[in-house]
């Protein structure tokens, strides 16, 4: 039987354990490992990846580290291992891996690497997937989806824990970076006694909350404050339905000389200032994609069903999708074609 788990408070603890052995072990037994972050990072993907590499080295296991995208928010300057992270002009087609995992990647279409992996699998390779998303496909040879985890990097460190691994400050420090991302510093509903137990236990170990927080929360350049301003400015609350929404275009993007990451979070920050049902935020790159971001405070919605239905995915306080299209002007509003 292929090993797989879908967390949950009903799942008895011996599964979770029986899991997490079986992907540590599977790591130790692994001569070429490839970690993969998906594609538009952030704090949470590649704190996982940075974070399982500093763990494996702990036990003299080497890994390469990669992303389909690599050009990670600014803040993320300060994880351990993060310029080792290699791109696709750096990772050929012709390399060989016995084992990649994959972390916070609901499919492998999100994680941008469905071409690469069939020759990269070659030979029996094996796929692990780590992630945390209930919509997770399970896509994985072994699946370590923990669901009830704020973070991929919350459920890698109950792997760590289960397998007696030593909890560096490096290792610290990366999973505190996916914790602080996922929750919005420790401020929105992923925010759980687990995840708040786990913070601790990172910064016990050598993890310092406030250059993470302050990096990540703080110092944001002009071009995203005003990226932000434009946002507000577009602020609409349906009367019936008791959405909120705003739209960025690719005309913001360049006059404000700032890159789509900086608009990470504007949804969290929306959801925690206004008391409408739910939040969507729809991004226009100019890259052929609309990319939408969903939050609410609210147990009675569920926004991971709802970006399911448009080939999307998450949880049901936090989601997200990506479809073909622009948006453009509509007389005073915006509209997708």
């Given at each position: 039987?292929?090993?797989?788990?879908?967390?949950?408070?009903?799942i008895?603890?011996?599964?979770?354990q029986?899991v997490?052995?079986?992907v540590?072990?599977?790591?130790?037994?692994?001569?070429?490992?490839?970690?993969?972050?998906?594609?538009r990072?952030?704090?949470?993907?590649?704190?996982?990846?940075?974070?399982?590499?500093?763990?494996?080295?702990?036990?003299?296991?080497?890994?390469?580290?990669?992303?389909?995208?690599?050009?990670p928010?600014a803040?993320?300057?300060?994880?351990?291992?993060?310029?080792?992270?290699?791109?696709?002009?750096?990772?050929?087609?012709?390399?060989?891996?016995?084992t990649?995992?994959?972390?916070?990647?609901?499919?492998?279409?999100f994680?941008?690497?469905?071409?690469e992996?069939?020759?990269?699998?070659?030979?029996?390779?094996?796929?692990?997937?780590?992630?945390?998303?209930?919509?997770?496909?399970?896509?994985?040879?072994?699946?370590?989806?923990?669901?009830?985890?704020?973070s991929?990097?919350e459920a890698?460190?109950?792997?760590?824990?289960?397998?007696?691994?030593?909890?560096?400050?490096?290792?610290?420090?990366?999973?505190?970076?996916?914790?602080?991302?996922?929750?919005?510093?420790?401020?929105?509903?992923?925010?759980?006694?687990?995840?708040?137990?786990?913070?601790?236990?990172?910064?016990?170990?050598?993890?310092?909350?406030?250059?993470?927080?302050?990096?990540?929360?703080?110092?944001?350049?002009?071009?995203?404050?005003?990226?932000?301003?434009?946002?507000?400015?577009?602020?609409?609350?349906?009367?019936?339905?008791?959405?909120?929404?705003?739209?960025?275009?690719?005309?913001?993007?360049?006059?404000?000389?700032?890159?789509?990451?900086?608009s990470?979070?504007?949804?969290?920050?929306?959801?925690?200032?206004?008391?409408?049902?739910?939040i969507?935020?729809?991004?226009d790159?100019?890259?052929?994609?609309?990319?939408?971001?969903?939050?609410?405070?609210?147990?009675?919605v569920?926004?991971?069903?709802?970006?399911?239905?448009?080939?999307?995915?998450?949880?049901?306080?936090?989601?997200?999708?990506?479809?073909?299209?622009r948006?453009?002007?509509?007389?005073?509003?915006?509209?997708?074609?």
């Open positions: 039987m292929v090993p797989s788990l879908a967390m949950s408070s009903r008895a603890p011996i599964a979770e029986a997490y052995r079986s540590w072990e599977r790591l130790l037994r692994a001569r070429d490992i490839l970690l993969v972050s998906p594609k990072p952030d704090g949470d993907s590649l704190g996982s990846i940075c974070g399982l590499r500093a763990a494996l080295r702990t036990v003299g296991k080497d890994a390469t580290l990669y992303c389909p995208d690599p050009s928010p803040f993320i300057g300060l994880l351990p291992h993060l310029h080792e992270v290699r791109g696709k002009r750096e990772e050929g087609r012709g390399k060989r891996y016995d990649i995992v994959i972390v916070d990647a609901g499919d492998l279409v994680a941008g690497i469905a071409a992996l069939p020759s990269w699998k070659a030979g029996g390779g094996q796929l692990i997937v780590i992630d945390h998303h209930a919509t997770n496909t399970r896509y994985g040879d072994v699946n370590c989806v923990v669901t009830n985890a704020a991929t990097t890698i460190h109950r792997l760590l824990v289960a397998n007696h691994v030593p909890l560096t400050a490096d290792v610290a420090t990366c999973l505190m970076v996916g914790l602080v991302t996922d929750t919005d510093g420790f401020t929105n509903p992923a925010t759980s006694p687990s995840a708040l137990a786990v913070a601790a236990a990172c910064s016990a170990a050598g993890a310092r909350i406030g250059p993470i927080l302050r990096a990540v929360y703080q110092q944001k350049p002009i071009g995203a404050l005003k990226l932000w301003g434009r946002a507000f400015e577009r602020l609409r609350v349906h009367p019936v339905w008791d959405i909120a929404t705003t739209v960025l275009v690719p005309e913001d993007f360049r006059e404000c000389g700032d890159a789509v990451e900086r990470e979070g504007l949804s969290n920050f929306l959801q925690a200032v206004l008391p409408a049902r739910a969507l935020v729809l991004k790159a100019g890259d052929g994609i609309i990319r939408g971001s969903l939050r609410t405070q609210r147990n009675d569920d926004l991971g069903r709802l970006a399911e239905a448009f080939g999307g995915g998450g949880h049901r306080k936090a989601a997200g999708f990506g479809v073909p299209g948006i453009v002007r509509n007389g005073d509003g915006w509209k997708v074609v």
